[in-house]
């Protein structure tokens, strides 16, 4: 499968003549949801090089493309096809990490005419059922907790006498800056890979996609050596600032002192282990200039947060998938799909999107994410849009972090309040509002930044829910105290807005 090509996996050590390893484009996976364009574009052509690497090696490869006649098309039906040619005995099968391919090949193995053994992906620094094996009973774990357990378990940024590293577990308070406006960002490391026998192979296959590409010129890495580079690139000119400025938007550009090393891991690329050792040794030898809050919010990220959101995913799917607590049901506008909105932080978030398959992760949360929320957006809409349109999307990270982190469908599982704002934070964390056509400091009337209004909106339809959340109890307080005159023309500007979506 496309998301899996660790080349360091021990399948690889020694190369056995009868062994013949399978990789397989199919419409199953490029068909599940509407996929970018680039994303399609990028697992093919690692697909490729990868099978390319392993006969290098001197393995046997059996890759199937899309359009080879044989191909059925289906994962199971695949195999079902090669067993038969090739009368092999036995199948060895990477444990998947998406649910739904996971019990499709248990399905299949029942009743396969071989023997199928499984294995681990020799990526993940945890095992699925780890939430429940550190945390049994508890009904509750919060990230903090399970990321002090990994550092400890791991030893990074800990001291010989097993304390973290400069005394404290999380040096948040020290980052999160906004970007200052004369502040220039290095250029972000693009790649040209030229893929266009693949794009004219989708498009000879009718295969539908979302987002722009440019074929000859895929920004995205697409072998190991390229996906090292990417990551050396980051460490090197990127670590400095990356927590400081990790939640900053700018219209200045567009992935900022981010890694952008998700595609690279989610496909196994590289390693969670290699990215994070690489980083911590380059912060050990530059403390001149990278300081613990920098290499601490980025090591932070890829054990804490990585780890932990595949872990909520395995201990919840499948309930996981059709979860709803606030019972939204609305369609998502179609600006989601062109940019094609007056709202200045949607069309810089959303257009970028559309151009690299890519935003970061609080234009994701806190603007697009944010947008759908308070619009009372159903889930499985809001799922399906990052599913398709992120370079980085597996349904084991997308999942958590859409339905429990950004859509709180989850009633509280992954997130302790819901993460909604009014403008005031977009503006306090971004450049976005001073070239929007709306007014972020306007909550009613002519050009009121409709974050404004439906953010009380939401606070309003939920109240009786948010009042009793210890975290948003201050604000239900405010709405509460608020003249009821002032509520009608709050509640009458989001109805109003709400009507309009596609207009706004
Ligand atoms: C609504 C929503 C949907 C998301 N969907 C995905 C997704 O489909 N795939 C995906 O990999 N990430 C997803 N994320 C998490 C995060 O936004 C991306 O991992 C990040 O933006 C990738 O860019 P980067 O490599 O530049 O990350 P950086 O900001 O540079 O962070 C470094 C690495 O840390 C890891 N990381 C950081 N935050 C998270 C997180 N919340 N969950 C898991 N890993 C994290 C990633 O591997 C990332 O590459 C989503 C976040 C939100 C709010
Ligand atoms: S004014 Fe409102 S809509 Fe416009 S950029 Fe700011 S937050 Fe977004």
């Not at 975290?471 to 109805?495: F, G, H």
Request: proline fraction near 3%; aromatic fraction near 12%.
């Amino acid at each position: 499968m496309g998301d899996q090509l660790h080349a360091g996996h021990s399948w690889y050590k020694s190369t056995q003549d009868e062994r013949l390893f399978v990789l397989m484009e199919m419409r199953q996976e490029t068909d599940y949801v509407v996929h970018h364009r680039q994303k399609i574009l990028a697992f093919f052509s690692a697909m490729r090089h990868f099978a390319d690497a392993l006969t290098t090696a001197g393995h046997r490869v059996l890759y199937l493309q899309l359009d080879a006649p044989d191909n059925t098309q289906s994962l199971t039906e695949n195999l079902n096809w090669i067993v038969e040619q090739t009368t092999a005995k036995d199948v060895h099968l990477q444990q998947p990490d998406e649910y739904r391919v996971d019990q499709q090949l248990q399905q299949w193995a029942e009743t396969a005419n071989c023997a199928v053994h499984w294995h681990d992906s020799e990526h993940f620094l945890t095992q699925r059922d780890v939430l429940d094996r550190w945390f049994s009973g508890k009904s509750n774990t919060i990230m903090e907790h399970f990321y002090r357990r990994m550092r400890k378990e791991t030893g990074y940024l800990m001291t010989v006498d097993g304390k973290p590293e400069g005394g404290q577990w999380n040096y948040d308070k020290e980052n999160r800056e906004k970007l200052p406006r004369d502040h220039d960002i290095p250029q972000p490391l693009c790649f040209a890979n030229d893929v266009s026998v693949i794009d004219t192979m989708l498009e000879r296959c009718e295969v539908k996609t979302m987002g722009h590409a440019e074929p000859r010129k895929l920004i995205w890495p697409v072998t190991r050596s390229q996906a090292r580079e990417l990551l050396s690139f980051f460490i090197e000119n990127m670590l400095i600032h990356f927590g400081r400025y990790q939640d900053a938007m700018t219209t200045d550009g567009w992935s900022l002192y981010h890694a952008r090393v998700s595609f690279a891991l989610n496909t196994k690329m590289i390693t969670p282990r290699e990215v994070v050792d690489k980083a911590i040794e380059y912060w050990r030898s530059h403390q001149d200039t990278v300081s613990l809050a920098q290499i601490e919010g980025f090591v932070r990220q890829i054990i804490g947060w990585r780890e932990y959101v595949r872990a909520i995913y395995w201990q919840r799917m499948p309930d996981y998938e059709s979860v709803n607590h606030f019972n939204h049901n609305r369609e998502l506008p179609d600006f989601y799909w062109t940019a094609n909105t007056k709202m200045a932080c949607l069309q810089h978030s959303i257009n970028q999107s559309l151009d690299y398959a890519y935003a970061h992760h609080i234009q994701r949360l806190m603007v697009t994410g944010n947008f759908a929320l308070l619009i009372g957006a159903h889930p499985d809409f809001v799922d399906r849009w990052y599913l398709g349109i992120y370079i980085d999307a597996l349904q084991w990270v997308e999942l958590p972090n859409t339905r429990g982190m950004s859509q709180y469908a989850d009633g509280g599982v992954l997130a302790t309040k819901p993460y909604i704002s009014s403008g005031s934070y977009i503006q306090k964390m971004s450049h976005y509002c001073n070239d929007c056509h709306y007014q972020v400091q306007r909550k009613v009337g002519e050009k009121a930044c409709p974050f404004n209004s439906l953010y009380w909106h939401f606070i309003d339809r939920h109240f009786d829910e948010l009042s009793r959340n210890p975290r948003m109890a201050l604000i239900t307080k405010q709405w509460e105290k608020r003249a009821d005159a002032d509520k009608k023309e709050l509640i009458q500007q989001a109805n109003h807005y709400l009507e309009s979506l596609e207009d706004l």
